[in-house]
């Protein structure tokens, strides 16, 4: 996204290329390492410019990356609650697999990208100036960021509003207080008891000392109004015949989120503020690091240094980046503005690392539930082709059975509230708390990577002044960083074999262990037992099909002539009635239905 912006550039060496190069051509590369320090204090607001962008860029990964986390297929779905409970704690939303890339991108990702660069550098130099094109690319690109907008407003408001109501919180006697909006009620349990002891005292959904606090009864209902309107899920139905035939599960949050992304987009298109540019900018970002994934290690790493070579080329052999990346005045880059320097970087530098970096926290989060299965040893039935018995194998056969998922994602509020401050980086209070600290060990390696990938661009801009290509040392930061932690943990052969594309999901199975208890391989479950059992069920199903037929007609024959007339009658007029409906159906739908109707019935 945006990778036709990959740059990073002082707005001071757009004006004053030329005098700034003609001041340090002389010098070699030593010396102007050795002058970095003097100039750095003499441009310290270009210092605080690039810290910004820096912090700006690791914050959009870090974030986009934990809101990309979904059920791994090392665990299994969580367990279905009954209807009505549990409701703020779970995500009713299907698994999704995200838009993965494939090998094939890594070549056609940088063409593509240079084709639109082309054609956007020669459109530029035929217009002269560019304000036609910035008028048009403001108004598509404003069209095309309301999705994300409101993502990142939704998200915003869910991570403010789990701070003011919490599901759980603990108090200074170490009493963990579960709020219960359904109930309207703070419950705790005392000792290693299940039993909910409800405290009469607090009274509000707060958490803290404001939980008792004495409000009158038409507040106090409000406050807890507005806490369950903020945790309860409408469902939105969108059906035009032939087009389109959808489900949406919002909340209060995410509709309140649109309507900021529709006023922030009419206010940048009026103004052009620079300010709500990069805001649209974070939003592109950080939906982009949530929809997209690189699939695999392998497809990742291709992919980057596809783009590597490519942004190494456009940069420093052609005028295409530069030119474009200074002439357009859309949300493609960030750009930060000091008191007399500025800085800016393109989206595709946050985007495609960032991708590759929220594959590595799915990974850890897949490794901390694939540790976590047990090798059950089962008993396979195989026939033995030379007695014709059957033979119990129970040597390296197990099943895997693999742990339950819990979801640990908007949990900021909950651990804020619920944890120590020596415990904050390992909370306990609650199964999704627990879940939610799983080691990140690629992860922060990722991260540790881009940021010292940043900083080494940031140097090599100040001591050269001239554009950097971001991407020339982000992608060898990331991607060494991550493989060399794979290979440093003997873990190179699980990094490999990771996919996201659904083939790694597969329910319980059978496999062959070592003498060590390490997986070989898939056990050969036996034919010869497949069609034992294949021909015992089709047996069954044809005992059971022939019993039906003749019950069937045994009541055929006892039923009387009138009866019969009456049940082609009753036949007669359903399925008219059934014909009637496929014949007429609607052509538009919308509706809205309400978190008590969807407690009613099933959808």
């Known amino acids: 996204m945006a990778a036709n912006d990959s ?91 995200v838009h993965g890339l494939m090998l094939a991108d890594a070549i056609m990702l940088p063409v593509i990208a240079g084709i639109v660069l082309v054609g956007l550098y020669y459109l530029i130099k035929w217009l002269e100036d560019p304000y036609l094109l910035n008028k048009i690319l403001r108004v598509y690109f404003s069209c095309m960021s309301l999705a994300s907008m409101g ?137 982009s690091i949530i929809l997209m994934s690189p699939t695999a290690f392998a497809t990742g790493t291709a992919v980057l240094f596809g783009l590597f070579f490519y942004d190494i080329y456009m940069v420093f052999f052609t005028p295409y980046m530069v030119t474009v990346a200074t002439s357009l005045d859309v949300p493609i880059k960030l750009v930060f503005e000091g008191p007399t320097k500025a800085s800016m970087l393109g989206l595709g530098d946050i985007v495609l690392p960032g991708i590759f970096v929220g594959l590595c926290l799915r990974f850890d989060q897949y490794m901390y539930y694939y540790r976590q299965r047990k090798l059950v040893p089962v008993e396979l039935m195989a026939k033995d082709e030379s007695s014709g018995h059957l033979v119990t194998n129970t040597q390296t056969q197990c099943m895997v059975i693999k742990p339950d998922y819990v979801d640990p994602r908007g949990q900021w509020g909950n651990r804020f509230w619920s944890t120590k401050l020596s415990k904050i980086l390992s909370p306990d209070a609650t199964p999704s708390l627990k879940a939610s600290a799983f080691p990140k060990t690629y992860f922060h390696a990722a991260m540790v990577g881009y940021f ?51 083939s790694l999901d597969t329910a319980d199975k059978i496999v062959e262990v070592d003498g060590n208890g390490n997986v070989i391989d898939l056990a050969n479950n036996g034919t010869g037992d497949n069609n034992v059992n294949g021909k015992a069920k089709e047996k069954q199903a044809m005992v059971a099909k022939d019993g039906t037929s003749s019950n069937v007609s045994s009541t055929k024959k006892k039923t009387s002539p009138l009866d019969q007339v009456r049940e082609k009658v009753v036949k007669s007029k359903h399925k008219s009635k059934t014909s009637e409906k496929e014949r007429v159906p609607p052509i538009f739908l919308f509706t809205i239905e309400t978190p008590a109707a969807d407690r009613n019935f099933d959808s």
């Open 151 to 287: 993502k990142l407003f939704a998200d915003l408001l869910h991570f403010l509003t789990g701070f003011i109501f919490p599901t759980v919180w603990r108090a200074k006697d170490g009493k963990l207080y579960h709020i219960d909006f359904s109930k309207r009620g703070q419950w705790f349990t005392e000792g290693d008891s299940t039993d909910q002891v409800w405290d009469e005292k607090k009274k509000t959904p707060l958490p803290g000392r404001w939980s008792e606090w004495e409000l009158s009864g038409t507040m106090n209902n409000l406050l807890w109004e507005v806490s369950e309107l903020l945790v309860e899920q409408w469902i939105v139905r969108l059906y035009i015949h032939g087009i389109i035939s959808e489900k949406y599960r919002v909340k209060f949050n995410d509709v309140l989120g649109i309507v900021l992304g529709i006023g922030v987009n009419v206010v940048y298109y009026v103004t052009e503020s620079t300010f709500l540019s990069n805001v649209m900018g974070y939003a592109f970002s950080y939906t």
């Open 452 to 502: 010292l990938a940043m900083v080494v661009t940031l140097v090599m801009l100040l001591v050269y002044r001239h554009a950097q290509p971001a991407l020339l040392y982000l992608v060898p930061g990331v991607v060494f960083a991550v493989w060399i932690t794979g290979m440093l943990r003997g873990e190179l052969r699980e990094m490999w074999n990771y996919t996201e594309d659904g």
């Open 7 to 97: 740059i990073l550039l002082a707005a001071s060496e757009i004006s004053a290329a030329n005098l700034t190069e003609s001041l340090v051509a002389n010098l070699t590369f030593t010396e102007k390492l050795a002058a970095l320090p003097a100039y750095m204090w003499e441009n310290k607001d270009l210092f605080m410019v690039e810290s910004r962008l820096i912090f700006t860029s690791l914050a959009l990964i870090y974030l986009g990356s934990h809101a990309a986390l979904r059920r791994p297929p090392s665990a299994n779905p969580p367990k279905k609650t009954k209807k009505g409970q549990q409701r703020r704690n779970r995500d009713d939303r299907d698994d999704q697999y």
